[in-house]
């Protein structure tokens, strides 16, 4: 949701719910208070442009308004400016079990593991799990994140990786996320 012409995200979420782009009056009154007259730029202004009907979200940080859209939160990329967004309006955020993950690494490049990741997800059909190569020191390989919201069936999953990896002859390496 940033001012740069290859954001398309509001006029992505406003076609997906067959909503009008607006300029939201007062995502825009926020950033002419915001920035200095000789500041107020129209890709800044771009900013204030949020499909019809969405509730504003607002910005402790560069006031550069977030905006929701029925059960979407659509919130910058920014890490430090998102999580203090979001510390505002979490305790709106309701219901739904706690999505868990494990994120494994190792050198084994996606093409020779790939099948077997195939096989693995069939076996645990109620887990999400991806794929994310990697190339350090020349060598590739690649980082595979567990998701869902069994613990012991992500433990399961995790634990037969970590058997794949060894097997195709690559130390598995737990990976902070």
Known sequence: IGPTHDDITSACIAKAF??????????EKLLLAHYKPEDVTEARMKMADVPEDSILLDNPVSRAPGFQVDNVFVLPGVPRIMQAMFDLFKHRLTGGAEMLSKSIASYTPEGKI??????????????EIGSYPFSRDGKHGSTIVIRGTDAADIADAAEKLRAIMRDLGNEP???DL
Do not use: F, N, S, Y
């Open 18 to 27: 067959g909503r009008k782009l607006i300029r939201h009056p007062d995502a």
């Open 114 to 127: 790939a099948a077997r990741l195939t096989a693995l997800q069939d076996e645990h059909p109620a887990l």
């Open 173 to 175: 390496q737990e990976v």
